[in-house]
């Protein structure tokens, strides 16, 4: 099962997510791998690997998209909590003037016998990274922060994409099966519900996931210590993760996925 982690907007828990989603996956005794596709490469410095960023001769995604001749198992890095292809700043370089979007998916076609879990980390913007994530992926996981503000930015990016120049990936975009997983998660502010019912009335923005993920200062310590969150709290952030990890280990088995208010089905295209 193949996701894809998306929003063209930083700081909202895209990464620690990806991480944490993979670590709870990894310990329900799933196989799981996770592909950073955005060149800041946050998925190796959150696991405290950063010599993988700074060697331009590191085999990333990047090196992969560059030459697809080369085994994507050479770039997967066998991690304490999943494994992980990574990638850096030398994949801007690489990836210059690249259009094919169907680059990933093949990629992971390759490889993706030998996992129950994909996971595709995203950069914060529309790129030809994010475009390929959105191609490969058999589900699309949008991540936002509760505001309004942010909300508000979900549906411009709902409504870009589905009116995309590219009318092929407007189609895809379109009719590829959307969750949204709320961070930073505030249940007794006024706002909540409202912004809740605002939400569940623009459908195609997809189904609202059961697990919200609280604000915390936990999280931020675990991103210092190279730790996912889920390892080593029993926190309600780590709780709602392991959670999410459930609710995605069943969607692997039966291909549904339960949301809040609604049930979504999933097409797993192995």
Do not use: C
């Not at 099962?1 to 895209?14: C, P, S």
């Not at 890095?77 to 093949?106: A, E, H």
């Not at 589900?139 to 503000?149: C, E, G, W, Y």
């Not at 991103?223 to 029993?234: A, E, L, N, Q």
């Amino acid at each position: 099962m193949i996701t894809a982690v998306i929003n063209f907007k930083g700081g909202v828990a895209k990464t620690t997510t990806t991480m944490n989603l993979a670590a709870a996956l990894r310990k329900l005794g799933q196989k799981v791998l996770v592909i950073d596709t955005d060149p800041q490469g946050n998925v190796a410095t959150n696991l405290n690997a950063e010599d993988s960023l700074l060697d331009s001769n590191t085999i990333t995604i990047g090196t992969l998209y560059q030459d697809t001749r080369i085994n994507p198992e050479k770039a997967i890095i066998k991690g304490t909590y999943f494994d992980y292809i990574p990638n850096n700043l030398y994949s801007y370089q690489r990836t210059n003037g690249m259009s094919d979007y169907r680059i990933l998916k093949q990629i992971i076609n390759k490889i993706r016998h030998n996992y129950d879990h994909i996971i595709i980390d995203t950069p914060p913007y529309l790129s030809f990274d994010a475009i390929n994530a959105i191609y490969a992926a058999d589900t699309l996981m949008i991540v936002t922060d509760f505001s309004r503000a942010s909300l508000t930015g979900v549906k411009i990016l709902v409504s870009v994409l589905d009116k995309w120049h590219d009318r092929s990936l407007a189609s895809i975009f379109k009719n590829k099966p959307k969750t949204i997983l709320f961070t930073m998660y505030q249940a007794k502010t006024k706002i909540a519900q409202a912004l809740l019912s605002s939400i569940e009335d623009s459908s195609d923005m997809g189904i609202i996931l059961k697990e919200k993920i609280p604000r915390s200062v936990t999280v931020v310590e675990d991103g210092y210590s190279g730790i996912p969150t889920v390892i080593r709290s029993r926190s309600k952030v780590a709780q709602e993760y392991k959670s999410l990890a459930e609710t995605w280990f069943h969607a692997k088995k039966n291909g549904i996925i339960q949301g809040e208010y609604h049930t979504l089905t999933i097409k797993i295209n192995g």
